[in-house]
């Protein structure tokens, strides 16, 4: 079982810019105005297949699709900054957290989340309406193939 680690976009607030970039902390800009922030500290474990993917441009509030693409780009941009980061906070907070106490006290527990998370993706959830209709017309389909060779016996 696959875990994509993923991260709180926050909305800018004043707080916000008096905050310095860090390993928990990475602003998102365009053209030097302040459009989120990445909280790093709050990235959680999620298995793969509880991942739904959506496609920006199909948002109809123009406002919020142009703020969704400007945050993607920006954080496109930061990729390797993102990434370098967030390795090395998790590493730090998974594999010697006593040595970063600072740290413990703001950030989350990666090895409980990793842990539930694990827990969970064995778990039979509940499926969304599209996955409940798509296994409603396999078994359809299912069951007039059943019908089809049991007609022609």
Do not use: W
């Not at 928990?24 to 302040?34: H, S």
């Not at 699709?65 to 920006?74: P, T, V």
């Amino acid at each position: 079982m696959k875990l994509t680690i993923l991260s709180p976009l926050v909305s800018a607030k004043p707080k916000h810019e008096k905050l310095h970039e860090g390993y928990t902390l990475i602003k998102i800009k365009k053209n030097n105005k302040l459009l989120s922030v990445l909280s790093l500290n709050n990235m959680i474990p999620v298995p793969k297949e509880c991942v739904i993917q959506f496609n920006i441009d199909q948002i109809e509030d123009s406002k919020y699709r142009n703020l969704l693409k400007n945050e993607f780009l920006a954080c496109r941009a930061k990729k390797s900054m993102i990434l370098r980061n967030a390795k090395s906070l998790h590493k730090s907070m998974t594999t010697e957290p006593e040595k970063h106490k600072k740290l413990i006290s703001f950030c989350v527990d990666f090895n409980k989340l990793e842990k539930f998370a694990k827990e969970y993706s064995n778990l039979k959830r509940p499926q969304n309406k599209f996955e409940e209709r798509i296994e409603q017309v396999n078994k359809q389909r299912q069951n007039t193939d059943t019908q089809e060779k049991n007609k022609t016996r």
